[in-house]
């Protein structure tokens, strides 16, 4: 019986080098035909300073959106909205049972007006020379801190109602009517629709000092498919993330659909400087092109002339996937993929490996 040999494909570029090589070391024909070359991939040389590219996530947001609460604590009487719906600049939003607040401030009231009577009668008592002026002046300043009760309990009236401190839309309602809420506790997140949509995108320091205020963004959102977006970097914070690490930049959309929302996710793709501490006189590679690498000195293969010719070239260290290296004229071809396969001098054919398995 018929044995089958069940064979694994090889990848395109590495069976078409096993074919060379299998040709290479093939006996020779009648006529003496020369190997065919070494099929590679290469890559060009970008110049020193070229534009590397930062990509990351974040999350879309209104430049202005508001955590609203209450300044004291109470019972929530009434809420008036719900998430989604529009709200204009003054209109209230909740309320919290008044009778606190209320109680408070009649009662610091009272005292205002009991100790405003000691003060008129103590200055009666004076003249005549019944009471000294250390009485007078302890009076004064009870007056003063009876004063300041009042005005703080009628301040904290008026933060019974929480209305909203601009027109747009609310994004969201924590709480419902009947419940206790604290001094500080969200109630609602309003979003000011006037003003710019955002993407807030988390980076690695790394990647933030080669970010510049004005710098071009491409944004997309998996909701709109793969429509570009273009953005301007607006903002890059000055401070770290204590937990993540990461540095907030802010890119502004330009004339964003009406359709995206606060809370979705973009991803976004800026074209970078060169990193700060990244001398200007390294070239970039693809990092696959270093075949050794010992202190500020590597090798690489350039084609040159249909050959591969083993170089060598200073070496500034990684930055993230591209190597740093001097002395390769800008334009110049380095062999990524198949380096392993090739030796000094020998033919190679460059090919392009979107083509390779059709």
Not at 201 to 223: F, N, Q, S, W, Y
Not at 258 to 285: C, E, F, M
Not at 287 to 305: I, K, M, S, T, W
Request: glycine residues 10%; aromatic residues 4%.
């Amino acid at each position: 019986m018929e044995q089958l040999m069940w064979r694994t494909p090889l990848p395109p570029l590495a069976a078409l080098l096993l074919a060379a090589t299998l040709s290479a070391c093939g006996g020779k024909t009648e006529t003496d035909a020369p190997a065919p070359p070494t099929p590679v991939e290469a890559a060009r040389v970008a110049a020193p300073d070229a534009a590397g590219v930062v990509a990351g996530a974040g999350t879309l947001e209104r430049r202005r959106e508001m955590a609203l609460s209450f300044r004291i604590p109470g019972v929530l009487t009434t809420m008036k909205i719900e998430a989604g719906d529009s709200v204009r600049a003054g209109q209230l939003i909740a309320a919290i049972d008044p009778a606190g607040v209320d109680a408070r401030q009649q009662q610091t009231q009272a005292d205002l007006e009991r100790v405003r009577r000691d003060l008129e009668r103590d200055k009666i008592l004076f003249e005549k020379g019944y009471v000294s002026r250390q009485r007078i002046d302890d009076r004064t300043s009870t007056l003063k801190s009876a004063q300041a009760a009042y005005d703080a309990a009628r301040f904290d009236r008026r933060w019974a109602n929480l209305v909203s401190p601009v027109s747009g839309v609310v994004l969201e309602r924590r709480v419902q009517a009947g419940e206790v809420v604290g001094a500080g506790q969200v109630v609602a997140r309003v979003a000011d629709l006037t003003s710019p949509l955002v993407l807030r995108l988390p980076l690695a320091a790394r990647d933030a000092a080669r970010i510049r205020v004005g710098d071009p963004a491409t944004v997309k959102v998996d909701e709109i498919g793969e429509t570009a977006l273009n953005g301007r970097v607006t903002r890059v914070g000055e401070a770290a993330d204590t937990r993540t690490g990461a540095i907030l930049v802010e890119i502004e959309l330009s004339a964003p659909p009406s359709t995206l929302r606060s809370g979705q996710v973009a991803h976004a793709t800026l074209n970078v400087r060169a990193a700060p501490s990244v001398a200007t006189a390294y070239a970039r590679v693809p990092a696959e092109a270093v075949l050794e690498a010992n202190g500020q000195r590597a090798f690489v293969f350039r084609v040159n002339g249909g050959k591969a010719r083993r170089t060598a070239v200073g070496f500034g260290g990684f930055d993230g996937d591209d190597a740093l290296v001097s002395g390769l004229p800008n334009g110049a071809q380095v062999i990524t993929a198949g380096a392993g396969f090739v030796s000094d001098g020998e033919s190679v054919a460059v090919v392009d490996p979107t083509q390779l398995g059709r």
